[in-house]
T-cell receptor, first 117, second 114 residues
């Protein structure tokens, strides 16, 4: 079945540091890939997505590139802020009728990011 | 536009009791999903409705869980009888289409079974 593996953390960085959160996946067919973020006390929000190989998703200074050859979708940001402190979830969605998984998103365990001033 | 709402935000019950969680999706979203996150584990898919029909319930853990979506609007998830391992955060999400369209998540219901 489908699966997503991501570094769990917590990851603690200083403000303005460079961020990378690794995410790799196993899936049948060609899934769509997502990063969701959960800020303290809130629900999950879509941060960015990519639907095919070599696509780059970007939002709020965050980027991730769909790498089919390495089955990866690593999240990066050049300069993090205290307000980026949150839990980040990598997820995939298998294509309809792929026969490879359930209808819903498959999530990684989440990475708790802590940014210190 | 109102987002996905869930009720209650927290529920504490004793083992053997019944609990019903409610989800109101974004208006017009035919697709509704339930997920669960048990402490320390991944967020796991439970089931998917298209309007009032169960499209995929492969993630439902056992027959103590019953989900309904009468009329294709809001949905309920009933746990009867609740067990200790049912504790966790239950998320609901909705989307306009089933494909790579964004799923909008509610804030979740934290269920604690004592």
């Amino acid at each position: 079945g489908d699966s997503v593996t991501q570094m769990e953390g917590p990851v603690t960085l200083s403000e303005e540091a460079f961020l990378t959160i690794n995410c790799t996946y196993t899936a049948t067919g060609y899934p769509s890939l997502f990063w969701y973020v959960q800020y303290p006390g809130e629900g999950l929000q879509l941060l960015l997505k990519a639907t095919k190989a070599d696509d780059k998703g970007s939002n709020k200074g965050f980027e991730a590139t769909y790498r089919k050859e390495t089955t990866s979708f690593h999240l990066e940001k050049g300069s993090v802020q205290v307000s980026d402190s949150a839990v980040y979830f990598c997820a995939l969605l298998s294509p309809i009728y792929s026969g490879g998984g359930a209808d819903g998103l498959t999530f990684g365990k989440g990475t708790h990011l802590i940014i210190q001033p | 536009e109102a987002g996905v709402t869930q009720f209650p935000s927290h529920s504490v019950i004793e083992k053997g009791q019944t609990v019903t969680l409610r989800c109101d999706p974004i208006s017009g979203h035919d697709n509704l999903y339930w997920y669960r996150r048990v402490m320390g584990k991944e967020i796991k898919f439970l089931l998917h409705f298209v309007k009032e029909s169960k499209q995929d319930e492969s993630g439902m853990p056992n027959n103590r869980f019953l989900a309904e979506r009468t009329g294709g609007t809001y949905s309920t998830l009933k746990v009867q009888p609740a067990e200790l391992e049912d504790s966790g955060v239950y998320f609901c999400a909705s989307s306009l289409r089933q494909d790579y369209n964004e799923q909008f998540f509610g804030p979740g219901t934290r269920l604690t079974v004592l």
